[in-house]
């Protein structure tokens, strides 16, 4: 019955076990996230680990907007 409570906890931990005990330090340290040596680290990475999606839109040469078609 125990062990049923604590599975998320335990599933987290698998799955993503750098993020899991980056919180879980984090919290026992009362790290504020929103000072400035923890959110400068943040950001940066973030912005290291980030990547752009770059979407091209295809219109086969047509205008945008709603179009007429022809059902036979």
């Known amino acids: 019955m125990f062990i ?3 599975s998320p906890i335990f599933r987290e931990l ?7 005990l980056g919180g879980f330090f984090s919290g026992v ?5 929103a000072d400035d ?3 400068g680290w943040l ?8 990547y752009t999606i770059s979407i091209t839109d295809t219109h ?10 022809s059902i036979e």
């Open 43 to 50: 950001d940066q990475q973030i912005r290291s680990n980030s």
């Open 29 to 33: 340290l009362r790290l504020n996230l």
């Open 4 to 6: 049923d409570e604590l």
């Open 37 to 39: 040596p923890v959110k």
């Open 60 to 69: 086969n040469g047509k205008a945008t907007g709603p179009q007429q078609i």
């Open 14 to 20: 698998t799955q993503h076990p750098v993020s899991f």
